[in-house]
Every structure is written in C-alpha cells, then in structure tokens.
C-alpha cells in the first residue's frame, strides 16, 4: 500500500471516532435537566429569559432521538450554544480565547520534547551511573507532583520572593499599549509574534517574560513521558547489532550514539505525542488558572465552577468537545507521520 | 488437590506460587526505592487508621475540619487552641497552624489521609472491576462484542482524563432518583436468561448474547410498551461533591483497564495450556479465572498501584478547580485551593503564611512518590521477562 492510500484510509477512520466522541458529549448532555439543557441552544444573553420556549422549539422534552436531531444540526452549523462566563458564544469565546493557550503551547511543546529526548539519551548512555540516577529521580518526582502546586510553589519563589516573573499574560504598558493606543495590529493573535510584527519587540520580551513560569510547569510535567520512552528505546537501540557493528568499525562513541542508536531510538517517542496532546491540554487547564492566563483552559476551569454554584453548562462542554477533537487530530497526524517514516506500518 | 495434599507441598516448602511470593518480597527488600515507597505507603497508611487517636474529632462528620474560631486570616503552627473541649483532650497547639476561616490544617492533613485512599482505592478497584468483566468478555470471546467494547473504549479514551471528569461532576445530579426495582429486574433477567441458556446447551458467547438480548427487550418494553421509563422500586439517593468524583473518576477510568487486560488475555489465549483445559472440558468461567487470569494479572497489578497516586492527582485538581470538595472538607487539594489568596498576600515577608499551601502540597507529593515508587518497583519485580535477570 502507498503512503497515500494508507493516509485516505485512515482519515476515512476518524470519521466513526469523531462521531463516537460527539455521541459521548450528547450522552453527557442527556444527564442534565431539560432547563440546563436548554441553555445549549442559546445564541444571546436575551434568550436566557425564554427557557420554556427553547425546551418546546428543540423538543427537549421528547425523546432522545428527536433531541439528537436537533442537537446534531445546531453543533453543525457551529452553534454550541451561549457562554455567561465569557459573556459570548462559545464558537466565539474558544476562537478568542485560543490564540493565548496556544502560544503557551507553541514555547513548552518543543522543549519538552529536545529537553526529553535529550535527557533520555543522557541516561541510557550512563545508564545505573550518576546522570541516570538523576534524570531518572527527577521524572519521577515529575510524575508525582500536582500540577496546581507546582505552579503555586513556582508563583511563590519567582514572583512573590524574587519578583522576576509575573503571572498573567502580560504587563500593565503592553495592554495598555495593545487595547487603548490604538496603533496595535494583530496578525496573528501569538502576541509575541505579533509584537515584533508591530515593531514594538519590548511588548514580545514583556510577553515572554511572564510566560517563564507557566511554560516551566507545562515542562517539568510533562517531560517525564518523553525522558522514560527516548531511556527505553535507546536502551534498546544501544543493543543491536548496528551499533556493536559500528562501536567495532572504531567509531567514536559520539559518533555511535548520535548517528546510529539515537536516530532509530527517535520513532518509538512519536507513540507518546498523543499523551503529549492530552497532557498539554490539561496542563493548560491547570496553568492558566494558576497563572490567570486569559486562554481556553482558564475559561474551562471558571466555566465548571460556575458563577453562584450554577455551572457554565455549554462552556464546559463545548470545552470538551474541542478537546476530544483535536486528540483525534493529533492522533491522525501522528500515524501518519509514523506511517511516513516507517513503511512496515502501511502494510499492516 | 486436597487440602492434605496442599499443606504437605507447603510444609515441604515446594509449593511454587509461595516460593514466587518468597522471591518477590526478596526483590522488594533488595532495591531501595521500593523499600522507599513501601515506607511512604506504609506511614499514611498508618496515618489513615490511626487519624481519630490523631486528631481526635469533635464534629459529627468527622471529615469536616474542625473550626477554632473563625479567623479570617491564617495563623502560623504553635498557635495555641482555644475551644476548651479539644483542650481537655489534651491537644493544646495547631501543630501546622490554621487555614483561613480557623480551619486547622493538621486535622485536615491527617483526615485528608483517609480521603486520599478512600478516593484512590474506590476508583480503582470500581476500574478494576468493570475492566476485568468487560476485557475478559472481549479478550476471550471476540467478535461483535469485542469491536464494540473498542470502540467504546477509544471514545472516552479519545478525552484528557482531566476533562472529561469536569464534564461528568457538573453533569452529575445532586439528588439521583434511581429505580432499584428496574435495576434488579435487568439484573435478574439478564442473569437468569444466562443460566437457562448454559443449560440448554449453548456454548460460548451464545448465552451471553442470550442475555443481552432479554436485556435489551426488556428496556424496550419497560420504556415503551409501559410509558417512559416504568417505574417500579424508585429510590433517591443524594449525592454529595465527593460522590460525584468519585463516580466521575471511575467513569473515566476503566476503559484503561478493560483495554489492558484484554491484551493480556489475547496473549495468553492462544497458549498449549489454555487449548489443553478446553480439551479436557473445563468450563469458560473455569478456564479465564484458573488459567488466563493467573497469568496475565501482573501488568494490571502494576497499572493499579500507579493509577492510585494519578487518580489522586486528579481528585486534588478537580477540588482545587473548586468541583471537587467542599471547602472545609479534609481534602488536601481542597485546603491549597482555599490557600490561593495567601500566596502573594503583599505581606512583607512573602513566605509568611507558607504553612497553609506547603505542608498540604507535600501531603499530596508524598502520596503520589509513594503509590509511584510502589508502581515503579513492581514493573520490575513482576515483568516476567526481567524478573530472573
């Protein structure tokens, strides 16, 4: 099979996914009350006085079929419904709120992943030796810690002692730059990006400052998965015949780590991007409410406390729905690359 | 085997699953992490049993903290205790200071012992459970009801674990009516359609699939021949913030199990001494717990002792997004969730009121390495493949 077919084949496979997960988010909407479900189907903040008229124009009172129906169409045509916390529709609040989170996750993915694959290394290499204890006591003092905490602990060393990283997403002269003066253009919504953009690269260094600590505690939590999966495989990969094969024909073992064991280590790493995604996409829930990062993750956390004990129902789950998403997605993209770089899966 | 037969391969000291359990508990004694997460394991546990000689309780739920005063700020450790009751049970100081609201932070860090291993060992063991039915059914038999469990699974596995839990808590009602007579009739309908099937001679999943369908007729008929849906024992049953994640962590755990353990079977399945005990007739139930279960439990074991220190992880973030706990329940994510404004207070001194979110914090650490020591410890221990070398 080509690379091609095999990548039809399996984009035709999320469809059933992609529909199970929508299934899932419309069973969980069927445990509320049809007044709690109604506020699925509200556009405006005006409609949240006609309850009673929204349960009777989307049946909601009738069976789960009927309820299915409607509810399908609506998430279609791209409405899930009216967010009090954002005071927006979640369509519109998850666009606005996107561009934040993602440039936390567009600093922490890569170094989570070199730092990793780098640490891995260093403690296959000197394995049962001093860097090995180290690297290996560390992932597992990151597995252990709460992620809330850490991001607390971080918070009282780096800002309320020492003062140099501040939480947010920015300073008080970069929002006052970027909301009142009127001369601020965005591009592409990643403000450090767009700071350079602007001319104005103080407003990137203020971003990216307060960007430290956040980005700090997505690493430490997440980098113990990448460190235990490159130690294993290059574990493994120091074993094979190649690598005796080339220690033999004398080469340095600079040369027999880094261009023979570690590439042919690297593919097994790709298996544990999909626990990356899942990782990241909790951990921003987490850091942003830590660091009151205005992202998707915080509008989560305060959507499921709700205002005055009353939960922010189509946020939540709007939230959810986005993230089942885009872990199928990452999921996709991870077969295929796997698929690309390792022709023995296409003809499985 | 006769029980004669038994104590004597015992008392010869030939018995072979003692000599395994001999040279396991030998591996534990040989490697230093694991005896380091034993200990940690070892203490909370004795804190747990111990917490009412511990912290003597004063309420009638003795998982609410206990309230001295009601101080709206926090207080350091040595901070003397002025209701006089506790006093006369000779407690005289906040060893770990006071919480916001006079809530006393050693009573919540001892009882929140109690809370940790209710939360981790419940959640657990439901995951356990329903994953060892629903991954031997799919393991062992296949077919339809092994592709529909997958999928199944590969939905709810398709969400962050975090995430989903925060849909289900919100989602979950405070006040459950559930009809305990219609529960009780599926389960005897179900049930007893198997028994009649096996005795009817059908074989493998034919009974099963027998049942299922009387299940589902019955559904159908209760739901729609007599009104939506017929009710015949009803019972509300409140549930309280803790209930409800309780109830959403297992909903969001067992489809790592049942996945698992149903690659275990799959493994052991095609073995010469599984084919054997068929041959000479043993029935299915006979064959999964005796010779399948035996030999494919180790990675669920291992998979267990980690999953406790994580589900507890997620419990203590759903309390400090505030969907978990209540506040002044003896929770530890709970009392650093109610820690939060005392972080960066503009007191001078910024580690001022340190007590209130560092000594729940390393509660939570402590329990977690330990359950993870444990884990780790058993991999190596219990992986069949290393466990000579």
């Keep these: 099979m080509g690379l091609g077919t095999y990548i039809v084949r399996r984009v035709l496979l999320i469809i059933p996914t992609l529909l199970g997960v929508v299934l899932l988010i419309f069973a969980v909407t069927q445990m509320f009350t049809p007044a709690q479900r109604a506020t699925l189907y509200i556009r405006s903040e005006r409609q949240a006085n006609q309850i009673n008229e929204i349960i009777r124009i989307y049946h909601l009172n009738e069976s789960v079929l009927v309820q299915f129906k409607d509810w399908f169409s609506q998430l279609l045509q791209g409405n899930l419904g009216y967010s009090l916390t954002a005071a927006a529709p979640v369509m519109q609040a998850m666009f606005q709120k996107l561009p934040a989170t993602f440039e936390l996750v567009v600093w922490s993915l890569p170094i989570t992943v070199l730092l990793g694959i780098y640490l891995g290394v260093q403690s296959a290499v000197h394995r049962d030796k001093l860097p090995d204890h180290v690297t290996r006591t560390l992932a597992i003092i990151g597995y252990s810690l709460p992620t809330f905490w850490l991001g607390i602990m971080l918070m009282a060393i780096f800002f309320a002692d020492l003062g140099w990283f501040p939480p947010e997403r920015m300073g008080t002269a970069a929002s006052t730059f970027i909301y009142v003066s009127g001369s601020w253009h965005t591009y592409t919504g990643l403000l450090t990006i767009d700071g350079l953009l602007n001319g104005q690269p103080w407003i990137t260094l203020d971003v990216l400052r307060h960007m430290v600590l956040p980005t700090m505690t997505l690493i430490i939590i997440n980098i113990a998965l990448i460190m235990r999966v490159m130690r294993s495989s290059m574990l493994e990969a120091l074993g094979k015949g190649y690598v005796i094969a080339a220690r033999a024909k004398g080469l340095s073992n600079v040369q027999v780590v880094n261009k023979h064991a570690r590439r042919n280590a690297l593919i097994p790493v790709m298996t544990v991007a999909g626990l990356l995604t899942a990782g990241l996409l909790t951990g921003v829930v987490i850091t942003e409410t830590v660091f009151n990062i205005d992202g998707i993750g915080r509008w989560a956390a305060i959507a499921a406390g709700g205002s005055g004990g009353v939960p922010d129902i189509p946020a939540v789950l709007g939230f959810a729905l986005f993230t089942g998403i885009v872990y199928v997605f990452a999921n996709l993209i991870v077969d295929i690359m796997y698929a690309y770089i390792d022709p023995r899966i296409r003809l499985m | ?389």
């Design chain 2, 1 to 389: 085997m006769s029980i004669k037969s038994r104590w004597t391969e015992f008392r010869l000291g030939i018995r072979p699953a003692l000599d395994e359990l001999k040279f396991t508990m030998r591996q534990i004694r040989k490697s230093p992490l694991s005896i380091a997460g034993v200990v940690i394991i070892g203490i909370f546990a004795a804190i747990a049993i111990l917490a009412p000689v511990l912290a003597p309780s004063i309420t009638s739920d003795p998982y609410m903290m206990f309230h001295d005063g009601y101080s709206l700020i926090p207080l350091p450790p040595g901070t003397p205790i002025s209701d006089s009751y506790i006093r006369n049970l000779g407690w005289t100081v906040h060893y770990f200071g006071v919480a916001q609201g006079g809530l006393d932070i050693y009573y919540g860090c001892i009882w929140g012992t109690r809370t940790a291993f209710r939360i981790g060992v419940i959640v657990v063991a439901i995951g356990l459970a329903v994953g060892l039915v629903t991954g031997c059914l799919a393991g062992y038999y296949g077919g339809a009801i092994d592709e529909v469990l997958m999928r199944f699974t590969d939905i709810v596995l398709a969400f962050p674990g975090l995430i989903l839990a925060m849909a289900l808590v919100i989602a979950l009602p405070k006040e459950w009516s559930i009809d305990f007579g219609f529960i009780g009739l599926a389960i005897v309908i179900f049930l007893g359609l198997i028994i009649v099937g096996r005795s009817k001679k059908l074989t493998g999943i034919w009974p099963f699939m027998l049942g299922l369908l009387g299940l589902v007729a019955f559904v159908i008929v209760d739901t729609y021949a007599l009104g939506t849906p017929y009710p015949i024992f009803v019972q509300g049953i409140t549930l309280g913030s803790l209930d409800k994640v309780l109830i959403a962590l297992a909903l969001v755990g067992w489809p790592g199990y049942t996945r698992v353990i149903r690659g275990e079977i799959l493994r052991v399945r095609q073995e010469d001494y599984v084919e054997a005990s068929k041959a000479v007739g043993c029935s299915d139930l006979r064959i999964i717990a005796r010779h399948i279960l035996p030999n494919s439990i180790y990675p669920v074991v291992i998979m267990a002792s980690l999953d406790i220190g994580a589900v507890v992880l997620l419990a203590a973030a759903l309390s400090f997004l505030g969907i978990g706990a209540p506040i002044g329940f003896a929770d530890w994510g709970q009392m650093i969730s109610l820690a939060r404004n005392w972080i960066y207070s503009g007191a001078a001194n910024p580690w001022q009121y340190w007590y209130t979110y560092i000594i729940p914090g390393v509660f939570i650490f402590a329990f977690v390495l330990g359950w993870n020591l444990l884990g780790d410890a058993f991999r190596d221990i219990l992986d069949p493949t290393l466990r000579r070398k």
